[in-house]
């Protein structure tokens, strides 16, 4: 008890492990650039950020990389699409002012002519689109250059959103590095020279039997053209090559794919127990809406967000007319608390649930300021705060607390449960699981209301005051870190 008061209050990283020495990258996310950011995706930016912040918080030295399909045939259309169509061409306006919201109709309109069109001018196209496909595969900068064009685009587009949560990223791998660095090429040699390899229906294939898949995986056409899962095998091994651990963040409808790239890459004799992935559900709205960017349907990531903004606004608003800590709070805070509030609402919602269940995303339950939620959760931290604040303009100073006067079981179950949170950290690293993170946050701040209630700090008499101050302190410290790992702002006021 002793121990963990003295290092909980007085150390603002509380929580945080020390150094491991190991290199952790985290993939995540990785949608490709077709347009804005879906919803039914947010799951993989909000669980991604949170793992790479778990493992960093556990003293791993962790890069976050996002992984871009730049070599695909969805790419050869857009930017096929984009030359070929101009803006009286296209039906509708864009849906936001930001480059992704303008350049997806193009995509959307090239898809809708390949789909409508009549066959003579579909096969025209077609062609086209082949041509883009093999300059890409043979390395022709002036293909690759017009793909760039879109890609780069539109990729600012989404970067953009997903700095909304924040999720944010140290590298952005381009599948056709491994292409035009011939690493691609080396790697299907080698698999060719495998006992797995076969030569069947026009492909080269690899037989997984002996891994329990029986469908084969295809990593070379008859016209000697990769994949995209030959690149990723050589995208794993560049991995492998330079960090410790591999942890990437998937859909759950890439399980099979990733089960086969596990076993190819034990094929070719890498150490695949440097492969971690972390496997996620869809998540719905009310009203279960699909997501499709082909087609144009469906509700996008920013449109979520300005929702959970919104709400969050008339809620603070309307709780600031009961408010009755004295610092006023003007029109810029009143935003900072609702996007806080908001945002943190969505993550936490969404990171808290275990990734395997499919969940429906519901207002009322994420922008609860009593239940299980963020702002719940945020509240205690603002309390922290100002409980603190309040402290200080008394003078009363919790440096020289002394444990041993905190003997009611308020304060007692309060410290055990901050004691507890450098070990929940650890083993929610070892298992990948941030949600273990977020329970952790609202169990103490369960703990931490119950002891607001029957311990007051500043009418205290001044030896147990300061030890309840310093309670207060280690609470803010221990909470404000658990947040930070699964991606929730902790606002000093609310």
Known sequence: YDDTLDAAASDEAYGRLPATGDSVVVEHTSANPTGPVHVGRTRNPVIGDAVANLLDFAGNDVDRHYYVNDAGRQM?????????????????????ERVEYDLVRYYRKGNAFLEEADPEEVERAEAEITEILQGIEEGDEETYARVETVVDQVLGGMRECLERLPAEFDEFVKETRFMFDGTTRDLAERLKETDHAVYEEDAWQLELDDYGFEKNLVFL?????????????????????????AVTVLGEDH????????????????????????????????????????????????????????RARDEVETRLEGRTRDDDLDEADIDRIARQVGIGAV?????????????????????????????????????????????????????????????????????????????????????????????????????????????????????????????VEASRNAVANALAIVGVEAPESM
Not at 79 to 92: G, P
Request: glycine share 4%; proline share 4%.
């Open 76 to 96: 050869a259309v857009f930017t096929w699409a984009y030359e070929t169509f101009d803006e009286d061409d296209l039906e509708s306006e864009p849906a936001r």
């Open 221 to 245: 056409r008859s016209d000697d053209t990769s994949l995209y899962t030959t690149r990723d095998l050589a995208h794993h091994e560049w991995k492998f090559d330079n960090y410790d651990r």
């Open 255 to 310: 399980k099979l794919q990733s089960g086969q790239l596990r076993a190819a890459l034990d094929i070719l004799g890498n150490d695949v127990d440097k492969l971690e992935n972390v496997i996620y559900s869809w998540v719905n709205l009310p009203g279960g809406e699909t997501m499709s960017t082909r087609k144009g349907t469906g509700v996008m990531l920013d449109d979520l967000l300005d929702e959970a903004i919104d």
């Open 347 to 471: 993550r936490y919602d969404i990171v808290s649930k275990q990734p395997t269940k499919t969940i429906t995303f519901e207002w009322d339950q994420a922008l609860n300021f009593e239940a299980q939620s963020a702002p719940y959760i945020q509240y205690v931290h603002a309390r922290c705060c100002g409980i603190a604040d309040e402290a200080a303009a008394a003078g009363l100073d919790a440096s020289e607390a002394d444990p041993a006067v905190l003997t009611t079981d308020a304060e007692r179950d309060l410290l055990a449960t901050i004691a507890r949170f450098p070990a929940v950290v650890e083993t929610a690293a070892d298992d990948l699981e941030p949600h273990t993170v977020a329970t952790f946050a609202r169990e103490l701040a369960e703990v931490f209301n119950t002891f607001y209630r029957e311990c007051p700090v500043l009418d205290a008499d001044e030896e147990v005051g300061a030890a309840r101050l310093a309670l």
